[in-house]
Nanobody, 116 residues
Framework: QVQLVESGGGLVQAGGSLRLSCAAS????????MGWFRQAPGKEREFVAT????????DYADSVKGRFTISRDNAKNTVYLQMNSLKPEDTADYYC?????????WGKGTPVTVSL
C-alpha cells in the first residue's frame, strides 16, 4: 500500500504562486511514478504533470506548461508542484497520484483557489 498526503493548497490572487507537496509512505518511493491531477467543480479530473522515478523526465498538460514545475525528492519521499502565474482557471482540487507495483494510488487532494 502507498499512502499519499497533499498539502500546500490555499487561496491566492491571480498571478501569484503556490507550492504543493505530496508526502508518500508505505512503499519505496523511488520506484513510483508520480503525478499531479486536478478537478475543478463540475468537471472531470484532468492530468496536470508527471515525473519519472528518477526525476529525469517530466511531462505537463499544455494548459500549465511554462507555469508549473513538478519535482521530487526521493530522500524525502515527496513530490512537489510549483505553480507560478496562477490563473482563475487553475482553481481546482489538486490530487497526487502514485503509479507502481501494479496499481495506482491517490491522495485526498488539496484545494487551490485563484481569485481575480
Amino acid at each position: 500500500q502507498v499512502q499519499l498526503v497533499e498539502s500546500g493548497g490555499g487561496l491566492v490572487q491571480a498571478g501569484g504562486s503556490l507550492r504543493l507537496s505530496c508526502a508518500a509512505s508505505g512503499r519505496t518511493f523511488s520506484r513510483l511514478i508520480m503525478g499531479w491531477f486536478r478537478q475543478a467543480p463540475g468537471k472531470e479530473r484532468e492530468f496536470v504533470a508527471t515525473i519519472t522515478r528518477s526525476g529525469g523526465r517530466t511531462d505537463y498538460a499544455d494548459s500549465v506548461k511554462g507555469r508549473f514545475t513538478i519535482s521530487r525528492d526521493n530522500a524525502k519521499n515527496t513530490v512537489y508542484l510549483q505553480m507560478n502565474s496562477l490563473k482563475p482557471e487553475d482553481t481546482a482540487d489538486y490530487y497526487c497520484r502514485a503509479t507502481g507495483f501494479g496499481r495506482q494510488y491517490w491522495g485526498k487532494g488539496t484545494p487551490v483557489t485563484v481569485s481575480l
